[in-house]
């Protein structure tokens, strides 16, 4: 089956400045300063010859769909006949030529000797046209080649390529980008290269300043995707308060504000998102989110995968909502998670639905929990929908406060700041009885995706799902086997839907491992699940020194715009990157960019790495719990004299 997905992303608009109070988005249980990667360009055939992402830990890759979740530690290559291309959520677009390879070592890793933060991009083989967009003034954004270090002004954009003799090509198209080069760590040189100009690092470790390249099929390709962006953004609306919300928000409302959808006021919620599919039918029903795409497990998370051109921002920042009126809406934000959805498993199905606002007011554990959904079905489909507030729960929540959010039988998403006047206002309406409201709440068991297990990874599972009026026989057919369930939490059926995913690689990863060593045992297959369980940390019984064992530092490269790399020199040790964590490190200290002193990095004083009081870590070893492919580093420690991070 033929996927295209085509993120027109573009020239001149894609420089378009965010207003400077809006802030990058935060991550559900994560940093505050860290944006992901998906992939915004497919043209899948699965003819083998697809582009593929290669995870840390893994011998099997992924075909590089669209809207895949990326991060640092992940290969992306391309063959010698499809392109493909990288978004990240901070505005900077990667585009991969033909048989090129090229990965993510880290996303705004802390240096270790200053207060930047490390965005490194390792071009292995091959061309990448960048448009660059910095997070803010205090990113460091670079493309590492074996020969060269590649840092990128804001608003540039440049075509690197890696050449067959070793050559690091590059043409800037606009901005200026800095070279940094030499044969060895006593002799570093650095090079300018401004907009129109294209400079050659040779081999021999010199510059050359060649004939800028006018036309060639790797750049005619990128300028056919940046022309569409005009087109894209005549007379689309953007409302206002849209403009203040994140980067991410905003480069999606520029891009698909009027393409896919339109921006319409509601009387409860405000400005909402509309997509077009609200009118389009498919043959398994009409359209509803968390339908068109497929479950991906990815950083110890379940992350939802969508098909649609679109479908990244809507699915990760921000929740659902039905109207009777005008269907499906979303509701931006600026908290990110894998999937804004509520996981069930009944009678031998996984079953889930987008997260509501009225999750917020009972918990979606307590009123849509395994013990209320055989009641919520037969209230729903026997006598009609009761009032909940009137026949439901006793301990409906009329206002939020932190200590109720933390509550067990409160849902585990927060609550984004941007949707708590919109539940002010859906609670008000829901006390007066408003008719609107209460026929959203009565669809919710309607707006459920129902799919047996042994089908949920079926590649036409949208086929599959069972209607919500066959419910009853289904359950009723596996009821004999069955044995009495115990009530389940919705994240302890994510969990289980991600084991289903994981436990269907360990069969092609056996494979690899047989192939790439014969002597492999297959007995133990455990370390196929390795990453997820490193993503789980010590709770899932993971120690440290194990978690030492499974990170490969990359060996110290002197070429490297990071200054630690500078200070590393002057100390006599060397620096690594540990993209499973996303840090910066220095093994013969046995430090981290977690453990070094704050003072030290807000003192200015950057000839040196002072780790904090509280201890150190191994050689290379990354404190504390992560990710194979989305770090759990944190961001600037409380307590530093920084203040709040400048936006650029």
Partial sequence: ???????????????????????????????????????????????????????????????????????????????????????????????????????????????LSTLKEISNLVLDKGQVYVMHKRYSSLELFQVVTPGAAVKLDHNSVALIRLTEEGNTD??????????????????????????????????????????????????????????????LHEGSFLPKPIQKLPPAVFEFAQKFGNIYGEWVWHELYGYVWRPYLNDYRYPWGTWQPFIN?????????????????????????????????????????????????????????????????????????????????????????QRGLNPPHSEGPPNIISHIRKDQLK???????????????????????????????????????????????????????????????RIAEQVEAVRPAAKPASPRRSGDVSRDAMLTIERS????????????????????PQPVLRDMEFSRGNAAGVSRASVSRTVSPVSFR?????????????MGVEISYLSRTNEVACPQLGLTSRLISPTMRSTGNFDGFTPSSGGSSSSGQASGTGSASRPSGQSRPSGSSGGQKPKS
């Fill in 1 to 111: 089956m033929k996927q295209k997905g085509l993120i027109l992303a573009a020239g001149m608009g894609f420089f378009i400045w965010v207003s400077a109070s809006a802030s990058n988005y935060r991550v559900v249980n994560q940093q505050q300063d860290f944006y992901y990667g998906h992939i915004s360009y497919a043209d899948v055939k699965n003819d083998g010859l697809d582009a593929l992402v290669f995870r840390e830990g893994r011998l099997t890759p992924e075909i590089a769909v669209l809207n895949l979740p990326l991060g640092p530690g992940d290969v992306i290559q391309t063959s010698g006949v499809r392109r493909t291309e990288v978004q990240f959520d901070n505005g900077t677009i990667v585009r991969l030529d033909l048989n090129s390879r090229l990965k993510i070592e880290t996303l705004l890793a802390q240096s």
């Fill in 170 to 231: 590059v043409q800037v198209e606009r901005g200026k980008v800095f070279l940094l080069y030499g044969e060895d760590k006593k002799h570093i040189s650095q090079k300018r290269i401004n907009a129109k100009q294209r400079g050659v690092v040779t081999a021999e470790n010199t510059v050359e300043l060649v004939e800028y390249e006018v036309l060639s099929d790797f750049k005619a390709w990128n300028e056919s995707l940046n022309a569409h962006f005009p087109e």
């Fill in 293 to 381: 795409g497929s479950w991906k497990s990815y950083g110890g998370d379940l992350f939802w995968v969508s098909s649609e051109p679109w479908g990244w921002i809507p699915y990760h920042l921000g929740i659902w909502m039905w109207d009777k009126n005008k269907g499906w809406v979303w509701m931006p934000g600026s908290l990110f998670a894998p999937a804004w959805a509520v996981w069930e498993f009944y009678g031998g199905m996984y079953c889930w639905r987008p997260f509501f606002l009225y999750d917020w007011m009972y918990g979606f554990d307590s009123f849509w929990g395994f013990s209320n959904w055989g009641m919520s079905f037969g209230l729903y489909g």
């Fill in 407 to 469: 509550k067990s039988n409160s849902p585990s998403l927060p609550m984004p700041k941007e949707l708590k006047k919109a539940f002010g206002m859906m609670l008000a309406a829901l006390k007066r009885d408003d008719p609107s409201v209460l026929a959203s709440i009565g669809s919710l068991p309607g707006h459920t995706v129902f799919v047996k297990k042994e089908d949920f990874l079926s590649p036409r599972w949208q086929e599959k799902v069972v209607p919500l009026d």
């Fill in 505 to 524: 690689r360990i069969p092609a990863e056996l494979r690899a491992r047989m192939a790439a060593s014969p002597r492999t045992r297959l007995e133990n």
């Fill in 558 to 570: 002197f070429r490297d715009w990071n200054p630690d790399a500078k200070a590393a020199i002057k």
